[in-house]
């Protein structure tokens, strides 16, 4: 299947009112293709154009300790996902929305200890499903997590390249289906 040309602009700034601490937005747009048996199928499956942008604030209060805290939002014209029970068919499930806030936390209490933390909340809407799926008009998109965490702690005793990690990763659960 040939799509043309796809248009990805991407557009950055950051701005420093002072010095360890940064205001930064960012634009971009990126696309999805279908996959797999997705590409091949006779089905009318399209690219999906997803517009997103990111506002965010990263600050080094202390030399040992960044934090950093982004809002996110991305829509996506005819977003492209893989067929639940599938692992090579696709399918456009319409006009989404996903939103969230996005955190980081590093700090580095001794020398030979660091600690670090992230944290997303994200929320997805199906805000024009199309007219064989107006029923799922505002629903949540399905294989999609609400939160995200990623915590550790790293621990280098020795100034040799040996590091002792512990480190989890969790995430809320989510719905397999539209059902």
Do not use: C, M
């Not at 991407?10 to 590409?39: C, E, H, M, W």
């Not at 942008?53 to 492209?80: C, H, M, N, W």
């Not at 929320?123 to 399905?142: F, K, S």
């Amino acid at each position: 299947i040939d799509f043309g040309n796809i248009w990805q602009p991407k557009v950055s700034a950051v701005v420093t009112p002072l010095p360890g601490y940064d205001i930064y937005a960012n634009y971009g747009r990126t696309f999805q293709v279908p996959a797999g048996d997705g590409l091949y199928t006779t089905q009318a499956l399209t690219w999906s154009k997803n517009d997103g942008i990111e506002l965010g604030v990263k600050a080094q209060p202390f030399p040992d300790l960044r934090v950093r805290a982004a809002y996110f939002r991305q829509t996506a014209s005819d977003e492209v996902q893989l067929v639940f029970n599938s692992d090579s068919d696709s399918e456009n499930v319409g006009e989404t929305l996903r939103q969230g806030l996005d955190t980081e936390l590093h700090a580095r209490p001794l020398p030979e200890l660091a600690v670090w933390a992230s944290f997303t909340l994200q929320d997805t809407e199906r805000v024009n499903p199309g007219a064989n799926l107006a029923a799922l008009t505002g629903t949540e998109l399905d294989h999609i997590p609400r939160w995200l965490l990623k915590a550790g702690v790293d621990f280098q005793p020795l100034a040799e390249p040996l590091v002792a990690s512990v480190w989890v990763h969790s995430q809320a659960d989510y719905s397999l289906t539209n059902a």
